[in-house]
């Protein structure tokens, strides 16, 4: 199956496999002397169109799991399947291109490049995989959905805080991806702006088939997911339906409550 490897655009849709699924996650980063476990036997399941969102207290590990669901770190042991795909023992090239076919990514610092345009930078990922031409399609529809039509012209720096983080999120999508997972990306917005760009979260899982794993301290901004994952040092400590929840009891989980 070393074709399903190195072309993973090419493999069949396996539609009885997970979007993202992660077994057993450890992660140890060396610390001086000292050894941290950032993650301690994560086990994750997120279903295709699923809006599930991870919240615990800082350190608990939330950006080092989303790291290694991203593909951007391997865990030391467990193992991150992406559309069925084990993505264990794979190399860097198989996984570049993987993150770049199947992932998308949202930041609570947007991480525009300041010289390009909005458009230039949400193309930049279809002109990297060689999809610039399904990019352009896709965009104008992104543009309209997200509501970035008429400041795709514009530099980052020309742009309010909503607009930029609207503009990466085009950028997570342009390439049509399995998943996209988001770190705090409502952080460095107001609360009314963040709110806009969680409404367009959730619509786009809603109406649009999207599937979003996010990162957030914001128990508000966690009720616009389906499910609430809570880790605590390193280790999920319990999930909460938002159909059958709050917002103050996500906020006094959050706490530890
Ligand atoms: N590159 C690294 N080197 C050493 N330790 C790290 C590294 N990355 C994370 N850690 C440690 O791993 C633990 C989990 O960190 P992580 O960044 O995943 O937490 P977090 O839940 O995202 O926190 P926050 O809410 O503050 O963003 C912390 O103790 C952190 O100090
Ligand atoms: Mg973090």
Redesign the pocket.
Known sequence: MTHAVTSPDRRPPRRDAHALLAVGLH?R???GSAT????RGVDLAVGRGEFVAVM????????????LLGLLETPDEGRVEIDGLDTSGLGDDALTELRRSRLGFVFQTFELIPNLSARENVLLPADMSGAGAAGRERLARLAAVLGIEDRLDHRPDQLSGGQRQRVALARALINDPVVVLA??PTGNLDSRTGHEVLRLLSHGVRELGWTVVM?T?DARAAMQAERIVF?RD?EVAGTLHTSDTDVQAVFERALGG
Do not use: I, M, P, W
């Open positions: 992660k980063y060396a610390l941290v476990e950032a993650l615990g207290a800082s350190g608990s590990g939330k950006s080092t799991l989303l790291h770190d705090e990162v301290h880790l390193g």
